[in-house]
């Protein structure tokens, strides 16, 4: 029976992107035993963080409800794009692309805060403040 809990609570951490976080809450309020359903919703809990992270940009494409509203990242490098627009490589794997024409200053190792605007918009800050520049994630 453990051998049981334990394979369902790896299950489900592995599968934490693929399903929605209502169908796993779903399979945990399924489990009879209190223990054990305590057990599978303490994992799921701990994953919340890294599935709002991960989907942070990318929401019309994966509806979720834990997006949090910033995001705080290292720059591994920014390269230019066309009509020079910045492209930002972060440290948590993902890329974005700026999409106004204000100058950008930033280089490897910049901390930066991603927040996000209105109507689906994000933004992409110095840590340390200063001006922001609209971007889009790419990936």
Known sequence: MRIALVLSLLLL????????????????????SDDERLSCFDALSQSLDARAEQ?????KKHITEEAPEQMAAKILSVQEGAYGKAIIALDNGQLW???????????AGDPVIVERG????????????????RVKRQR
């Open 55 to 59: 989907m942070f940009g990318r929401e």
């Open 97 to 107: 692309r700026q999409n106004d024409n204000l100058r950008v200053l930033w280089s």
């Open 118 to 133: 209105i109507f689906g918009s994000f933004f992409m800050r110095s840590a340390d403040g200063g001006r922001k520049i």
């Open 13 to 32: 951490a592995a599968n934490a992107s693929g399903d929605s976080l209502t169908k796993q809450m779903r399979g945990c309020a399924a489990i009879e």
